[in-house]
């Protein structure tokens, strides 16, 4: 009989995060949800709930993610995957963002993706078949307008993140993959797209290419995926 994989997920109190979560517990994955105020989510009925997880995750706290991997570590044993998914936004241009409002942009999203797999790496290289997925933004592939412009600094940070510990890990069977979605109908994605859902990208569909990418075997490694509901001047 195989083993049981674990996976880590970030911000997984809702949209992305949680529908990441929802996929991976379906097909039996031990799932460790980080979140701000732990719940466990409403679907934990239907699948086996003594391989969940909630614990309480800030990503602003430099002793969030060791006090996280020590308590999924006691529970489920080993590390397979991580999903740094946790975010934030702003919605300034870089001339208008104050020092203040871009300091939490690039603590939460990169010090926070940052700190997070450097905590898992040692459970990660055990495995020799490692995981890392960082949710980035096609905003960290192109700057769609001025008002996403502190906002897509912090996730070109992200995306650069991403392929430093593609490096990092490569040698030792870690796969990192950054995942690039547009417009996603979540609560933070929803009011960018002037409130109207129809033809989003659902959270449901970054969950399954979040999945895909991470069972891929390690010659098969994605470096980026991107997606989008529109097309646009790039992507």
Not at 16 to 30: K, L, Q, S, Y
Not at 79 to 100: F, P, Y
Not at 122 to 129: A, D, I, R, T, V
Not at 170 to 185: K, N
């Amino acid at each position: 009989m195989s083993e049981t994989k674990t996976i880590l997920i970030s911000g997984a109190n809702r949209g992305i995060g949680d529908a990441t979560a929802r996929a991976f517990a379906e097909v039996g994955w031990n799932v460790s949800m980080g979140m701000r105020k732990p719940v466990m989510p409403e679907w934990a009925n239907k699948v086996d709930a003594a391989k969940l997880q909630v614990v309480a995750y800030d990503s602003t706290d430099a002793d969030a993610p060791k006090k996280w991997v020590q308590e999924a570590r006691e529970k489920f044993g080993g590390i397979d995957a991580v999903v740094a998914n946790a975010g934030i936004m702003v919605r300034k241009s870089a001339v208008d963002v104050t020092d203040a409002e871009f300091d939490s942009l690039m603590e939460v999203n990169v010090n926070g993706p940052r700190r997070l797999v450097q905590d898992c790496w040692e459970s990660l290289l055990e495995k020799g078949h490692g995981r890392v997925v960082i949710v980035s933004s096609l905003s960290g592939k192109r700057v769609k307008s001025a008002i996403s412009g502190a906002y897509s600094v912090s996730k070109y940070a992200a995306l650069g993140l991403s392929h430093a510990f593609r490096h990092a890990g490569f040698e030792q069977g870690i796969r990192t993959t950054a995942v690039c979605p547009g417009f996603v109908a979540t609560d933070m994605g929803t009011p960018l797209a002037g409130g109207n859902t129809d033809g989003l990208t659902t959270a449901e569909d970054v969950a399954g290419s979040i999945f895909h990418v991470v069972n891929l075997p390690n010659s098969a490694s994605v470096s980026e995926l991107w997606m989008n509901c529109s097309l646009d001047d790039s992507y």
